[in-house]
Nanobody
Framework: QVQLVESGGGLVQAGGSLRLSCVASGRTFSNYGMGWFRQAPGKEREFVAAITWTGSTTYYADSVKGRFTTSRDNAKNTVYLQMNSLKPEDTAVYYC????????????????WGKGTLVNVSS
């Protein structure tokens, strides 16, 4: 089992920044690909970003490319999502995910999910 706990969400004005963190526990963190998804009110969950277990490769949704950056610190069992130039349409609950198979992470079918943290961007 892997437990994932997100933090760092909150209320921010458009154009501002937030950094989300996701701390993993339970198994060897460095063996897992990690991802971020989000779900806005009344909308389907969507892919935001993903990072391989080494941190050498990252993927981003077109809607956040150039504004968001994901990274990881395997020594701290933590993955981050740095969000800059936030827009009101970024408002959503953000979820951290993990799986030993990276394809599952990118596809939104990861085995492990956190409970989410709310990001609210005001205009």
């Amino acid at each position: 089992q892997v437990q994932l706990v997100e933090s760092g969400g909150g209320l921010v004005q458009a154009g501002g920044s937030l950094r989300l963190s996701c701390v993993a526990s339970g198994r060897t963190f460095s063996n897992y690909g990690m991802g971020w998804f989000r779900q806005a009110p009344g909308k389907e969950r969507e892919f935001v970003a993903a990072i391989t277990w080494t941190g050498s490769t990252t993927y981003y949704a077109d809607s956040v490319k150039g504004r968001f950056t994901t990274s990881r610190d395997n020594a701290k069992n933590t993955v981050y999502l740095q969000m800059n130039s936030l827009k009101p349409e970024d408002t959503a609950v953000y979820y951290c995910t993990a799986d030993s198979f990276f394809g599952s992470v990118k596809a939104g079918q990861a085995t492990y999910w956190g409970k989410g943290t709310l990001v609210n961007v005001s205009s």
